[in-house]
């Protein structure tokens, strides 16, 4: 079955690498919300994921003819859109950029005891829930670039260390040491101030607080907003790897979101334009 499922994806990347615009569309769509939810994670905010989800996919179109079938076609597209968001610079915390002291001790010094209600009559329920996903997401731009990358192929994607260590151009060895040692540093900071942890910080005490501070948006739910699912190709990666420990299971069961209407009619409708000749000359 694994076998004819890889024929079955050769044979598409093939179709559309000679410019049949049906099987280009389809490969497309079947990497899409691998790429949307790896740019996620990665960058911390969804319109910049967005915006670099669109650009790593123009770069998968462009480069069909790259792909030497030495490896995996989701493998391939991995490691394209590794190297995309490991050097993109336009995203907000690339501008500000976190780390675990400056998190815990704002999480430590907040005075949430201070704010008022600030819900404007939305489910407080439904408000601790975005915090809880935009507060993980943000918690993870603490880590550097490569790690940050070595945990969420790790932790959320659940990589064979085997393929992840050929994504990130490293040894098997080597990957499984340092996503270890990333795990701990990340267990360490969970298990203080995380509430789901064990930790001091509540989401339901914060949610005032960060609407003061204008990091949740009761009008303006990003991740309620968003559509949770799979993808074909994201399930083929997982792969059953190592225990995960308690606090890291905090991120591995963290959603999968499918990727916006204005984002999949963008490649839709590149593909029918005039701009795809273009496009695909380039």
Not at 7 to 19: I, P, T
Not at 148 to 166: N, W, Y
Not at 238 to 258: K, N, V
């Amino acid at each position: 079955m694994e076998k004819q499922e890889k024929y079955d994806m050769e044979r598409l990347v093939d179709l559309a690498a000679s410019g049949n615009r049906d099987a280009l569309e389809e490969l497309l769509g079947d990497v899409q919300d691998m790429v949307f939810n790896l740019s996620l994670r990665m960058l911390g905010t969804v319109p910049d994921a967005e915006d670099a989800c669109q650009e790593i996919l123009i770069k998968v179109m462009t480069h069909l003819s790259d792909f030497r079938k030495e490896s995996r076609f989701s493998t391939w597209v991995f490691r394209i859109a590794v190297n995309h968001v490991l050097a993109y610079r336009k995203h907000m915390f690339s501008q500000h950029p976190l780390s675990f002291e400056y998190y815990g001790e704002d999480i430590a010094n907040g005075r949430e005891e201070d704010v008022p209600d600030m819900t404007g009559g939305v489910d407080r329920g439904i408000l601790e829930e975005e915090l809880k996903l935009s507060c993980t997401n943000v918690m993870l731009q603490c880590l550097d670039g490569e790690s940050r990358c070595i945990f969420i192929l790790g932790t959320m994607f659940r990589l064979d260390s085997a393929v992840a260590g050929e994504i990130l151009g490293i040894s098997p060895a080597a990957y499984r040491k340092r996503l270890s040692r990333i795990r701990e540093k990340m267990a360490a900071f969970l298990g203080e101030y995380c509430g789901l942890a064990g930790g001091k910080c509540s989401c339901r005490r914060r949610v005032d607080y960060a609407i003061a501070s204008r990091r949740l948006t009761p009008e303006r739910l990003e991740y309620n907003g968003m559509e949770q699912g799979r993808s074909r190709i994201a399930e083929q990666c997982r792969a059953i790897m190592e225990e995960i420990d308690g606090q890291s299971r905090i991120f591995a069961e963290m959603p999968f979101y499918r990727t916006g209407p204005e984002a999949k009619e963008f490649i839709k409708g590149l593909l029918r334009s005039d701009a795809y000749r273009t496009v695909m000359m380039s």
